[in-house]
């Protein structure tokens, strides 16, 4: 499997803590070689071992997490059409934290804060189409900011569709 089809559409943001904690490592760095401390030169194996082992795990939950969205097949104007999300942890070992899934809008759609390994959960999400007509759902991203939340990495679940909203519906009380 390529990069291209375990990521698609991948995004990788430095977060400020990130930039913090890369700025906080140039500086133990320099004070380590300056001084010829081995005190100093373990903790900076560990703060970028610590670096190293946020970034892996982060990427292996992006690649072992699958999402699922259906539709209702009949959506009105005005009304919430409720999305069936189906969240998928195909690791064996790892269980997958923090995942975000986000509208193009970058609103948030779903929070899960855990998912287990080899665990799979369902979940609703509402979506309101103001008006009739083709309208379109998507892209939504899967984002994962955990384990340590130096990077923010992301990929597209839902490509761009397009979805037949129906006319809103006539009130049924009689006037």
Known sequence: MSFADAFPGFKLKLTRWGALYIAGCVILGLAAV???????????????????????????VLASVEVAVSMPPEVYAGRAAVA???????????PAYGLVIKDGDGRTLLVEPL????????????????????????????????????????KELLPERKVLVLPRLLPTTPR
């Open 34 to 60: 300056n001084t010829g401390n081995n005190a100093l030169m373990s903790m900076l194996a560990v703060a970028l071992g610590s670096y190293v082992v946020s970034g892996t795990w982060s990427r292996q």
């Open 115 to 154: 998912l287990g390994r080899q665990d799979r959960k369902r979940r609703s999400v509402e979506v309101v189409f103001d008006r009739r007509g083709w309208s379109s759902v998507g892209p939504w991203r899967l984002e994962v900011l955990l384990p340590l939340g130096f990077f923010l990495k992301s």
């Open 84 to 94: 069936v999300v189906e969240v998928v942890n195909r690791s064996r070992t790892f």
